[in-house]
């Protein structure tokens, strides 16, 4: 699947292919995001709603 991150070396947008699903935060306040990599190999993260983590099939 992908989904746009912001590359904040390259100061644009990207699209790039999400490799996992992930959570942060304490029960009852997390906050759901999208992983992924740059052609280089740096991490991207894109902090996401619920209902669209939900959908995404990684």
């Given at each position: 699947?992908?989904?746009?991150?912001?590359?904040?070396?390259?100061k644009k947008?990207?699209?790039?292919?999400?490799?996992?699903?992930?959570?942060?935060?304490?029960?009852?306040?997390?906050?759901?995001?999208?992983?992924?990599?740059t052609?280089?190999?740096?991490?991207?993260?894109?902090?996401?709603?619920?209902?669209?983590?939900?959908?995404?099939?990684?």
């Amino acid at each position: 699947m992908k989904h746009s991150f912001y590359d904040v070396k390259e100061k644009k947008k990207v699209d790039a292919e999400v490799t996992e699903k992930v959570t942060y935060g304490e029960s009852g306040k997390e906050r759901y995001a999208f992983k992924a990599k740059t052609d280089d190999g740096r991490n991207l993260t894109a902090f996401v709603g619920k209902a669209t983590w939900d959908l995404a099939t990684v």
